[in-house]
């Protein structure tokens, strides 16, 4: 395809603002952003008329290509899960570097590698599982030479990637002084290895398990956790997967009480509860088993009603597919079951429809949770997330008046289920532009593996305004009641 490119007469939505105005995008960047462009003939033009001109969405939460649980990997490599996403009008994703043999190093360079494959831009956060000076070493060559400004720590699954208070409070400081986001999965890891323990002893191995094992309770005293060794180290916190009302309440009591905390959920959680779900046979319920556990029905609504109130601020998938095979590893015993679901091709469009369609929130506010707030806070807006000029030619064109149908017989990811099979909605990506190449058009899929580029990601983002570096407002405010204390005596 071309690499002059005219959309025009579409609605052109940014998160601030909407106007209908035509898009010109020359060699992979937006040019001008205006009525009535007038181009030569040697140009692609797209006629958006009636319909949403937006910024590709943005996946803050992937795992393609990922070792996890005793599997060699995830079943979407970085061509294939991006063959997906783009097709379901996301443009570019942050996926997770797991360190090898815990070195952060050895783990990024192995990431890099895999990723060479790209068929769309991407971002990587590094997960940190253990601590020594190697690794607070290691943390300042990501932030100040690889382009990673967030780092997460898992508090659950106990003796693969879970870690303690201490390397929490270590790893928080850390990121404090690098001016990088940390980022929690907080679920009380501990207790869940305890509630496993209690659920196999009452003879209880299937799918159920995992979700009885794990309640929303544990979500919410490691996300109140968190959000406290955050607020005693004064950094800012963002919180991946949030799955429950318990979790999402502690964010809102901490972002009301003046606290730098992102609240993440995360498609699954939202558009999904967990009526019927393990009443049926085994491949069907080990599909949906993620950590933290879809819930009873009422949380979701109450997290899409947070979402729209701006309590939680974006939208991820934490696409970690595996397939039938490999779900069947835990047949026997639902601690074996790799834990993931899909969504990294259905996000735009399940949004979409339970939030916009629904009546629940603005097309401009679609275009913030599902694009630039994310870029916002990874720091690498506006050259992703807007439709500026000057911006990167990351684009989707959506018909409110098409709709979409879910199966994994049309779906482009590899896994042989979908946690949706069935799901139709309203509302349907018709064009995506990734990087000023038009990919997916007439329900047609043309990627380029190769074609991605490497985001860095600079540290220091705007949830550090105002965070004093020395502490020293903060500690002298620590010491004020010791004082008025002893005065009293
Ligand atoms: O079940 C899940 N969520 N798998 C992916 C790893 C993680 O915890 O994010
Ligand atoms: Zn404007
Ligand atoms: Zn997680
Ligand atoms: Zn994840």
Redesign the pocket.
């Known amino acids: 395809s071309s690499s002059k490119i005219l959309i025009k007469g579409g609605t052109v939505v940014n998160a601030h603002h909407q106007e209908i105005a035509d898009v010109y995008v020359e060699d992979g960047i937006i040019v001008a952003v205006r009525p009535n462009i007038k181009v030569g003939d040697d140009i692609t033009v797209l006629d958006a008329t009636g319909k949403f001109v937006m910024p590709g969405g943005i996946d803050p939460h992937t795992h393609l290509e990922m070792e996890f649980m005793g599997i060699d990997q995830t079943i979407d490599d970085f061509f294939s899960g991006q063959a997906a996403a783009l097709a379901g009008g996301t443009t570019m994703h942050i996926d997770f570097v797991i360190p090898v043999g815990g070195s952060l190093t050895a783990g990024f360079e192995a990431y890099e590698k895999k990723a060479k494959k790209s068929a769309m831009d991407y971002g990587f956060h590094v997960a940190i599982t253990k601590w020594d000076d190697t690794v607070s070493k290691e943390m300042e060559i990501m932030v100040n030479e690889k382009g990673i400004n967030s780092f997460?720590f898992?508090m659950?699954y106990k003796g693969i990637l879970m870690v303690n208070d201490e390397l929490l409070l270590e790893g928080f400081k850390k990121c404090k002084s690098l001016g990088a986001l940390a980022m929690v999965?907080a679920e009380n890891g501990d207790a869940v290895f305890e509630g496993q323990k209690r659920m196999i002893e009452l003879g209880i191995t299937g799918p159920e398990g995992h979700a009885l094992s794990r309640p929303a309770v544990l979500e919410g005293e490691a996300t109140a956790r968190a959000i406290r060794l955050a607020a005693f180290v004064n950094t800012p916190l963002y919180v991946?997967?949030v799955m429950s009302i318990d979790a999402m309440e502690e964010i809102a009591k901490a972002r009301k009480s003046g606290q730098k905390v992102i609240g993440e959920p995360v498609v699954s959680g939202l558009v999904l509860d967990d009526s019927g779900l393990w009443d049926t046979d085994f491949v069907t319920a080990a599909k949906y088993v993620m950590?933290p556990p879809i819930r009873a029905a009422g949380h979701d609504k109450a997290l899409q009603a947070a979402l729209s109130r701006g309590i939680l601020q974006l939208v991820g998938t934490?696409h970690c597919a595996f397939n039938s095979t490999q779900k069947s590893l835990g047949i026997d015993d639902f601690r074996k079951i790799p834990n993931g679901v899909n969504g990294i091709e259905e996000r735009m469009h399940l949004v979409w429809d339970t939030m916009v369609e629904s009546g629940q929130i603005s097309v401009s506010d679609y275009v913030r949770i599902t694009s630039t707030e994310c870029a916002r806070i990874f720091n690498i807006y506006p050259r992703k997330g807007a439709i500026l000029a000057g911006s990167d030619a990351d684009i989707i064109i959506l018909n409110p008046n098409s709709s979409f149908e879910i199966s994994a017989n049309t779906h482009h990811s590899r896994t042989d289920t979908n946690i949706y099979e069935g799901r139709r909605g309203k509302g349907k990506v018709e064009v995506t532009i990734a990087g000023g190449r038009i990919v997916w058009v007439n329900n047609e899929l043309t990627v380029t593996p190769g074609s991605g580029k490497y985001v860095k990601m600079p540290p220091f983002s705007y949830l550090f305004e105002g965070i004093d570096k020395t502490d020293a407002i903060y500690l002298s405010s620590l010491r004020a009641p010791a004082k008025r204390y002893r005065s009293t005596e």
Do not use: G, I, L, T
Request: charged residues 25%.
């Open positions: 997460k898992f659950a999965h991946v997967h950590s934490d």
